[in-house]
């Protein structure tokens, strides 16, 4: 059974920074990719940031220079590093993985205030 769970999302004020990681119940390694997405009621659900087995990461552009993705394979972690947050960046982020099939976390709300 493929678990996913996150953690670290909260409120915090336009200007800061938050840390969310996300732990895999499995090596992640087995995965050809995992990474980041967010969801807003009412729109699409995006990527925000991508981590690939050959060492590729994909940043979204409205997260490019602001976040980070620290990946531990040897603790099965992939953590979202997140700076100089935005009211826009507000969302429930959910960490998925792919291998013939997504898995996904529940997700863990960040809320930005102006």
């Known amino acids: 059974q493929v678990q996913l769970v996150e953690s670290g999302g909260d409120l915090v004020q336009a200007g800061g920074s938050l840390r969310l990681a996300c732990a895999a119940s499995?090596?992640?390694?087995?995965?050809?990719?995992i990474g980041w997405f967010r969801q807003v009621p009412g729109k699409e659900r995006e990527v925000v940031i991508m981590?690939?087995?050959?060492?590729?990461?994909v940043t979204s552009n409205t997260a490019k220079g602001r976040f980070t993705a620290i990946r531990d394979n040897t603790k099965n972690t992939v953590d979202l590093q997140m700076l100089s947050l935005e009211p826009e960046d507000t969302a429930l982020y959910l960490c998925?993985?792919?291998?013939?099939?997504?898995?996904w976390g529940r997700g863990t709300q960040v809320t930005v205030s102006s």
């Open positions: 998925a993985a792919y291998q013939q099939t997504w898995y």
């Open positions: 499995v090596n992640i390694s087995s995965f050809n990719h």
């Open positions: 981590t690939y087995l050959n060492g590729m990461v």
